[in-house]
């Protein structure tokens, strides 16, 4: 059994070793607290799992999606510049 690098006889030091320092009585609810963290973390990191794969997932919905097509802006551009080279040219057709 290896958990984190640390073997059977690591842990059962440590286990002896906070017995020692917190005492029994204090030791489950140190346990209690540890998990509760250790869930917290979990449900944490699950969560953003979840946030991450929902982007990614939109990111790709935009890929597939064909974008606008980009012939009608410029067509309205040179509509426009026609339209400006018209007004131009008739105050020197005035003279």
Known sequence: ????GIGL????????VALLVFGPK???EIGRS???AI???????????????REAQ???????TPAP????PQATAEADSTDSNNHAATPSQAS
Do not use: H, W, Y
């Open 39 to 53: 869930r917290g973390f979990q449900d944490a990191s699950r969560e953003f799992e979840t946030e991450f794969k």
């Open 9 to 16: 006889p690591e842990m059962a030091l440590i286990l002896i």
């Open 26 to 28: 204090k030791l489950p």
């Open 34 to 36: 540890l998990g509760k």
């Open 1 to 4: 059994m290896n958990v984190f």
């Open 58 to 64: 939109q990111l790709e919905q935009a890929a597939k």
């Open 69 to 72: 097509s980009e012939t009608q």
